[in-house]
């Protein structure tokens, strides 16, 4: 019996020693990986965006500004310099700065940042690369127009500053017409809440 109670107690002791390890062991597992690898998983690339017309000028104007730096990083001469300088500046600028928009738009990752105005932003985006690239294609064509790699730069910064203007347009117009919806729908909830209240409150202290 002494020795069933001792081994009894042994494996008490070890329960309950493997309980208090288990308890204080650095390597127990967490949610947190899982919750982590939930949030990689719940990217996806955005078909319908892509498939729709502000997803095609989007990747339309990535690829001609791409296609413009790389025409104007070809050049190894240049004289003067200042138009070539300020052309890569605007083509590098609004390549990388739509490439991120794109980017963020396709797989849904400015849903996660609601505090921008990503409308807005990208309104602000496009206006300014169409005012930059139709200047630093002028600028270009009216000092530079020796080499074919000029000429080249040139045609793709008017197609760029095309394709620009043309989501400029588009967003303007999506931009009005979220205002007059917003505008509508405070117009109805204002109407909602004043219908709710009674206008003749002395008619009910009267009654009462």
Same mark, same amino acid.
């Given at each position: 019996?002494?020795?069933?109670?001792?081994?009894?107690?042994?494996?008490?002791?070890?329960?309950?020693?493997?309980?208090?390890?288990?308890?204080?062991?650095?390597?127990?597992?967490?949610?947190?990986?899982?919750?982590?690898?939930?949030?990689?998983?719940?990217? !996806?690339?955005?078909?319908?965006?892509? !498939?729709?017309?502000?997803?095609?000028?989007?990747?339309? #104007?990535?690829?001609? &500004?791409?296609? &413009?730096?790389?025409?104007?990083?070809?050049?190894? &001469?240049?004289?003067?310099?200042?138009?070539?300088?300020?052309?890569?500046?605007?083509?590098?600028?609004?390549?990388?700065?739509?490439?991120?928009?794109?980017?963020?738009?396709?797989?849904?990752?400015?849903?996660?940042?609601?505090?921008?105005?990503?409308?807005?932003?990208?309104?602000?985006?496009?206006?300014?690369?169409?005012?930059?690239?139709?200047?630093?294609?002028?600028?270009? &064509?009216?000092?530079?127009?020796?080499?074919?790699?000029?000429?080249?730069?040139?045609?793709?910064?008017?197609?760029?500053?095309?394709?620009?203007?043309?989501?400029?347009?588009?967003?303007?117009?999506?931009?009005?017409?979220?205002?007059? #919806?917003?505008?509508?729908?405070?117009?109805?909830?204002?109407?909602?809440?004043?219908?709710?209240?009674?206008?003749?409150?002395?008619?009910? !202290?009267?009654?009462?």
């Amino acid at each position: 019996m002494r020795a069933g109670e001792e081994l009894d107690g042994f494996e008490g002791e070890a329960s309950t020693t493997s309980m208090i390890s288990g308890a204080s062991s650095p390597y127990q597992p967490t949610t947190e990986p899982v919750s982590q690898l939930r949030g990689l998983a719940g990217l !996806r690339c955005d078909l319908d965006y892509l !498939r729709g017309v502000f997803g095609r000028l989007k990747v339309a #104007q990535v690829v001609l &500004a791409l296609i &413009a730096f790389v025409c104007i990083e070809t050049i190894m &001469a240049c004289s003067p310099c200042e138009g070539l300088y300020f052309f890569e500046f605007v083509s590098c600028s609004a390549f990388v700065v739509t490439g991120l928009l794109l980017l963020m738009f396709s797989l849904n990752l400015h849903t996660r940042i609601p505090q921008i105005n990503w409308n807005l932003t990208d309104l602000v985006n496009t206006g300014l690369s169409t005012f930059f690239f139709f200047i630093a294609s002028i600028v270009l &064509a009216a000092l530079n127009h020796k080499a074919g790699a000029e000429i080249a730069a040139v045609i793709f910064g008017f197609l760029a500053t095309a394709v620009y203007a043309a989501n400029t347009f588009l967003a303007v117009q999506k931009w009005r017409m979220s205002i007059r #919806q917003q505008n509508t729908n405070d117009y109805i909830r204002a109407r909602t809440e004043s219908r709710d209240v009674d206008p003749r409150p002395e008619i009910q !202290r009267l009654d009462a």
